[in-house]
């Protein structure tokens, strides 16, 4: 394990003593961050690692929310519904991404963006099984307190995410780490030294899905009423990138402090500026891919006193 | 009847849509860049359109002329002073910039001009025209009219223009267009302005027949992906064709195993030719 794996895994360890500080608002972001956490891991996976413009995040995320809402719905305990969510996805996912993988490019991004708008439709009509738009509610959890319940579905997003990034930091050490960043790097070359690049590629989509899932399902779990427009908002496919490209793409540690300064930043301007809050998410992009391409990751001390020879 | 009434539906909804697509498809050919922009630029043409007729009584088909180099110039700058700065960084990066200005734009929208729908409606109405039992409204056919016409104006200046054949180059092989002394950052301004100013006509004709809101910039940014998917990358006859097939697929699905599963179908058939023929209905193998 290299040493920025440690890093993370600290810092991940230094997010679950947050209840000791706060009480239910203290909880709530720190379930989010859990969650915004997992979306970049996973996307980093495709995006960074494998170098493919995924949008996908979304359709998963809401396909998770809609999968244990419906299992719930029918009476299945929680960890159940969560399980049978993250295996179906990780098929579903693969299943698509074999399909999908074999675009290149700006054909894979509308295509991977098509999915959400496909998946939300789908939703929407199949109103016997989702409740369409008028969404779908889903039981509560009986008998325990506010408080009781904040910090449990905390403590379960923070166990998705270690799970995350313990399998993230497997990965990224096993031969299928090192085959990915060899499709990042020329997916032809690596076809040709014998690489089953599609094997590999759908692999990698279909382990950036099913944690995605089972976030989803756990988020539908939490806050108990899921509608389509919600759950498979386009942003959920487009926070993780912004997070990604904030922190460094294809750094683990570099994407979960993106998400988590994202979050910072989502919180501050959401309170102080709702009416533009889209708005300066928007001017905060562009900031950020015109002055700081690489990411939080690449800034060193040096740069604040010193003009780097040559960028 | 109601067979040839989907169909002359189609057929007028199907300019629409390829007028729609056709800046978007011009920028993503010439520039290699996926504008979700796109969307917004359509919505401040509509409302462009509306404040016109609204304040100066200027009806929408003379709006055009002043919307046309307006949007131009708008575009040229934001390539110029943004998008140039990256344009040579990986799809990731412009497709992601293009999102941040597309929040900006539109965020700025609602918040000056409020999330409520608004119409455009003609005052006196200028009625509907119909022949056997096939009715127009008339609106609509000017509509259409315009965007066969701002159709045939891109193709011409593509073909005969000085400035169209260097853009058109830049499309085919951009080292070979900087060899024969094409000025290719100029040419990508230009095609990008060329692209918004299309988006901003295409934007003064929707508000002719739908409402005119912020948040349908979305459903106008879906169309133009899948008609530019369907009918091939850069090229005018493609993204008529485009449109023409998805305004059919569309009034035949809605037609027949009702409305709710247009759009579901309408995406399907983008996966499919995704995977299918991802050069679309006319376009070229080889060159992207």
Known sequence: ?311 | MLAAQVLINALVLGCLYACIAIGFSLVWGVLNVINLIHGSFIVLGAYLAFALYQTLSIPPWYALVVAAPLFFVFGYLLQRLLLNRVISAPVLVTLTLTFGLDLILNNSMIYFFKADYRKLTLNPPIGSVSLFDVVVPVDRLIATASALALTGLLYLVLRRLRVGRAIVAVRLDRDAAILMGVDVKSIYAIAFGLGAALAGCAGVLMALIFPISPLTSTTFLGKAFVVCVLGGLGSVSGALAGGLLLALVEGIGSATIGPSYATVLSFALLIVFLIARPQGLLGRKGFE
Not at chain 1, 49 to 78: C, D, E, M, N, Q
Not at chain 1, 142 to 163: E, H, K
Request: charged residues 10%.
């Open chain 1, 1 to 311: 394990m290299k040493r920025t794996d440690w890093a993370l895994l600290l810092l991940i360890g230094v997010i679950a003593a947050l209840p000791l500080f706060g009480g239910a608002y203290a909880l709530r972001l720190g379930t989010i961050a859990c969650m915004y956490a997992i979306l970049a891991l996973s996307w980093n996976v495709v995006g960074g690692w494998a170098g493919y413009p995924s949008f996908a995040t979304a359709a998963f995320f809401g396909f998770g929310a809609y999968a244990t809402g419906v299992l719930l719905g029918k009476g299945l305990p929680l960890a159940l519904a969560i399980a049978a969510t993250l295996v179906a996805s990780l098929l579903l996912a693969g299943l698509f991404g074999a399909m999908l993988l074999r675009l290149r490019g700006h054909y894979f991004a509308i295509a991977s963006l098509s999915l959400v708008e496909a998946l939300r439709e789908l939703v929407n009509n199949a109103t016997d099984l989702t409740g369409g738009g008028m969404g779908l509610n889903i039981p509560l959890a009986a008998g325990s307190g506010i408080l009781a319940d904040a910090a449990f579905f905390f403590y379960a997003m923070w166990g998705l995410l270690l799970a995350t990034a313990l399998t993230m930091i497997a990965v990224s050490m096993s031969k299928l780490g090192f085959g990915l960043a060899c499709i990042r790097q020329n997916e032809t070359a690596a076809d040709m030294v014998g690489l089953n690049s599609t094997l590999y590629k759908s692999i990698a989509f279909g382990l950036s899905a099913c944690f995605v899932s089972a976030a989803g399902g756990l988020y539908a779990a939490w806050v108990h009423y899921i509608d389509p427009s919600d759950v498979f908002d386009i942003l959920y496919s487009v926070k993780p990138i912004v997070m990604a490209l904030m922190g460094g793409l294809g750094s683990g540690l570099g994407v979960v402090c993106g998400a988590l300064l994202y979050l910072a930043l989502e919180e501050v301007v959401w309170r102080n500026y709702i009416q533009i809050h889209s708005g300066v998410l928007g001017v905060l992009i562009v900031m950020l891919l015109l002055f700081l391409p690489h990411g939080l990751i690449s800034l060193r001390w040096r740069m604040f006193w010193r003009k780097a020879a040559h960028v």
